[in-house]
């Protein structure tokens, strides 16, 4: 049974810092291409950060480049997401995905998701 489970998520002000983290288990972790994801209501689902299987290549959207890092350790099964700087329209659900082999920004490619973390973001 494959899980991933994000956690990490709050309430923080313009300016601040939050660390998402999402732990997998039921898949051979190492072989997955990681991505992570958000969503506001009424929104499509927008590529946030990827990150390829060795963790050795990284892909950002350009609202967060500068701002965002994603990290992966493939020992400890996680993939963690660092947001300095946020802003309220940071603020959404942020989900982990899952892909075999590739990295890719498009939601609909990726084989697993996490449940998501609510991102809140006040001004």
């Known amino acids: 049974q494959v899980q991933l489970v994000e956690s990490g998520g709050g309430l923080v002000q313009a300016g601040g810092s939050l660390r998402l983290a999402c732990a997998a288990s039921?898949?051979?972790?190492?072989?997955?291409?990681m991505g992570w994801f958000r969503q506001v209501p009424g929104k499509e689902r927008e590529f946030v950060a990827g990150?390829?299987?060795?963790?050795?290549?990284?892909s950002y959207a350009d609202s967060v480049k500068g701002r965002f890092t994603i990290s992966r350790d493939n020992a400890e099964r996680t993939v963690n997401l660092q947001m300095n700087s946020l802003k309220p329209d940071d603020t959404a659900v942020y989900s982990c995905?899952?892909?075999?082999?590739?990295?890719?920004?498009?939601?609909?490619?990726?084989?697993?998701w996490g449940q998501g973390t609510q991102v809140t973001v006040s001004s």
């Open positions: 990150i390829t299987r060795s963790g050795g290549s990284t």
């Open positions: 039921g898949i051979t972790f190492s072989t997955y291409a």
């Open positions: 995905a899952a892909r075999r082999i590739a990295l890719t920004s498009t939601p609909s490619r990726y084989d697993y």
